[in-house]
């Protein structure tokens, strides 16, 4: 049986780690063929080189989301390659804390920039690419943070909110272009992102308990997991859905 995303291109951003990585891997598994790009270029050649290994079609491509001239590099190479783009998946996300009195503001313009102008870049140096291929799906790495507050978190939370309204905005605007535009909203994942959150905390062991035992569903979620969304996103089986924020948090933004 064909895969879900059998013959298509799939660029992915943060795709060294975490949940890009653990995408990169559902997507090759269902066919496609995966652009794996990544600021940390051991990260993303390591996880484009383990898909090779595995029998699928990949490439890593050193970029940062921050840089227009990266990101225009980025698709160029992912056209040059593979002569199409069929999903953009921009996922790359950095977390700085501190509430807006506390957070330096080098912090605010680089959450600013990696956040919310590397999704934009990668949108607008990908739609026309998607637009060639006769549509696709983008999908924006958001956050239920994006939904609730988070405590010293507020720039964080304004970025993954900004996604959103990009996301819906966007969706309005390449619908006739054959392009569907979606954000996924992960709750806590175990990933280094999530590890180093629980680092800087007073008591790290405490921070990870007071989650398990606040989450609905009593855990925290698994890159995988939310790999299996941003599948769902990419592939057809959520041909009739764009503007949307699929929420996969455990329950987390229920209560
Ligand atoms: N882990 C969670 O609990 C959680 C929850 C909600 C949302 N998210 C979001 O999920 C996304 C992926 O995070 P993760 O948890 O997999 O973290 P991660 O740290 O494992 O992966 C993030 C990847 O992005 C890369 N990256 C960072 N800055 C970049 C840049 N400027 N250009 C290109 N790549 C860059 C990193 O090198 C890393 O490989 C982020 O957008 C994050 O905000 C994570």
Redesign the pocket.
């Known amino acids: 049986m064909a895969g879900r995303l059998e013959g298509r291109v799939a660029v992915i951003?943060?795709?060294?780690?975490?949940?890009?990585?653990?995408s990169a891997r559902a997507f090759a598994a269902e066919g496609a063929q995966v652009v794996v790009?990544?600021?940390?270029a051991d990260?993303?050649h390591a996880v484009a080189n383990d898909l090779h290994i595995a029998g699928s079609v990949a490439i890593a491509v050193p970029?940062?989301?921050?840089?227009a001239n990266q990101v225009q590099q980025l698709l160029a190479v992912a056209a040059e390659r593979f002569g199409r783009l069929d999903v953009l998946f921009a996922?790359?996300?950095?977390?700085l804390h501190g509430t807006v009195v506390e957070l330096p503001l080098e912090h605010f313009d680089r959450l600013i920039?990696?956040?919310l102008r590397?999704p934009f870049l990668c949108a607008k140096y990908g739609v026309p690419l998607l637009a060639q291929s006769g549509g696709g799906s983008i999908i924006f790495?958001?956050?239920?943070?994006a939904l609730v507050g988070s405590p010293e978190n507020p720039v964080?939370c304004a970025t993954?909110a900004g996604l959103i309204g990009m996301a819906r905005a966007m969706a309005l605007d390449h619908a006739a272009q054959g392009i569907r535009v979606n954000c996924i909203?992960?709750?806590?994942?175990?990933?280094?992102?999530?590890a180093?959150?629980f680092a800087v905390a007073p008591d790290p062991a405490e921070d990870e308990a007071d989650i398990i035992r606040r989450m609905p569903l009593g855990r925290?979620?698994t890159?995988e997991e939310?790999a299996k969304a941003a599948l769902f996103l990419a592939s057809d089986d959520s041909a009739f859905m764009t503007g949307t924020a699929l929420v996969v948090d455990g329950g987390w933004t229920a209560r």
């Open positions: 951003t943060g795709g060294g780690s975490g949940i890009g990585a653990a790009a990544d600021i940390n990260a993303a970029t940062d989301v921050a840089e996922n790359a996300g950095i977390g920039a990696v956040n590397g790495t958001a956050s239920e943070l964080y993954k909203c992960p709750g806590a994942v175990y990933t280094p992102m999530l180093a959150s925290i979620g890159a939310i």
